[in-house]
């Protein structure tokens, strides 16, 4: 066992899974040595002998489940070592349960389908390392390290309570129980709710990581693959420009498509560049509905828009925060024109053309 390696209590009674995640680690993942439990009380004993890093749990255990340990190690040992529960159910009632008592996620066996186990695996030590970091006591580095922590660990416990106030609505409303359609307004309202935390993620980060060199093309290519499917871009941004900036600009490009197909009524989307002196013009336009003339000047404001009121205004940001600018001065269609200046653009000959 290496003396950085952190240790998982695995409780599992599953053999074969069992075989999936130790033989993952060690294939890839060295660092993390493997405790195994087959019982809550084998893992009650392990727990109290040894200190561990992360706990997984799986759910249905032979007579008995693994919230019945979670409940141990939240309400006995008063822990909040991370925790994630395992299991081949997608009941969201036991997803309420787990995360009403302390779990920080849950997750599905299903995703270890025939043939995609070490996919499965990946995910998995992911959201692992994720919670390790969350979970992680904050260092004497200052004041600034200290709060980052504290809003990161409160960011994630609020989303996993949104989860559970938004899974009860459903069950609710399946169920037969929903009154005058008020369980709508709750399941809205938790939407909401996660889009304004997710926006302040996204604004916690401007500006506190290192700036990079980004490829245009690349960026709305990529953009169009994840969110976009059926929807037509023509990208005529060379292939060798990149930008300098903000690691979220791709985040703002996509913000500026999602707002011409989602919000704009949209088919196409035409990306082209000109120059300006010196600078360049990225210019992002479409064929849909276009920004009325006297909205043009909103558009940026924060709150404005028909959902979160986040979109168009963060892209502001982000272009601000690199040194660059955005307007809108479409016609027939929207028209984003983004001004990067001489010092944050470059034609790297070195990328195949």
């Known amino acids: 066992m290496g003396l950085s390696n952190k240790k998982i209590l695995y409780l599992e009674d599953e053999e074969s899974f069992l075989d999936i995640i130790k033989g993952y680690c060690s294939h890839y993942l060295a660092a ?13 004993k392990l727990f109290e002998d040894q200190s561990f890093d992360i706990v997984l749990c799986d759910y249905i255990l032979t007579g008995e489940n693994g919230i019945d340990f979670l409940k141990y190690v939240r309400t006995v040992r008063k822990s909040d070592i991370p925790f994630l529960i395992i299991s081949e159910s997608d009941d969201r009632d036991v997803v309420i349960s787990a995360l009403n008592n302390g779990a920080d996620y849950y997750f599905e066996k299903s995703s270890f389908i025939c043939g995609k186990e070490e996919d499965g695996c990946s995910v998995l030590f992911k959201k692992l390392d994720r919670i390790i970091e969350l979970r992680s006591e904050p260092d004497d580095s200052g004041v600034a390290k200290k709060l980052e922590k504290m809003f990161r660990v409160t960011i994630h416990d609020v989303n996993n309570s949104l989860t559970v106030i ?3 609505a459903e069950l609710i409303k399946e169920r037969g129980y929903d009154y005058d359609g008020l369980t709508e307004n709750i399941i809205s309202s938790q939407k909401s709710i996660i889009d304004t935390l997710d926006f302040c993620v996204d604004y916690w980060k401007l500006g506190n ?8 093309h690349s960026i709305i290519e990529k953009s169009g693959m994840s969110g976009f499917l059926g929807k037509k871009i023509i990208n ?24 011409a197909f989602s919000h704009g009524g949209a088919k196409n989307v035409y990306c082209d560049i000109a120059r300006d002196n010196g600078s360049i013009m990225i210019i ?9 003339a006297e909205e043009k000047e909103r558009i940026f404001s924060q709150g404005y828009g028909k959902n979160s009121g986040y979109g168009l205004f963060f892209c502001k940001e982000v272009f601000r925060s690199s040194e ?3 307007r ?17 653009y470059r034609f790297n000959d070195r990328i195949n053309t």
């Open 284 to 292: 992002v336009s479409d064929d849909g509905n276009g920004i009325p």
């Open 209 to 216: 990581q290192k700036n990079r060199w980004s490829i245009v």
């Open 236 to 259: 005529r941004i060379p292939l060798n420009l990149e930008i300098f900036g903000d690691c979220l600009i791709e985040k703002a490009f996509y913000n500026i498509l999602d707002n």
């Open 324 to 326: 660059m600018d955005i």
């Open 166 to 168: 938004g899974m009860s």
């Open 32 to 44: 993390y040595d493997i405790i195994h439990a087959s019982t809550v009380s084998e893992a009650i």
């Open 328 to 344: 809108e001065d479409g016609v027939d269609g929207a028209r984003f024109v983004i001004t990067v200046p001489e010092s944050r």
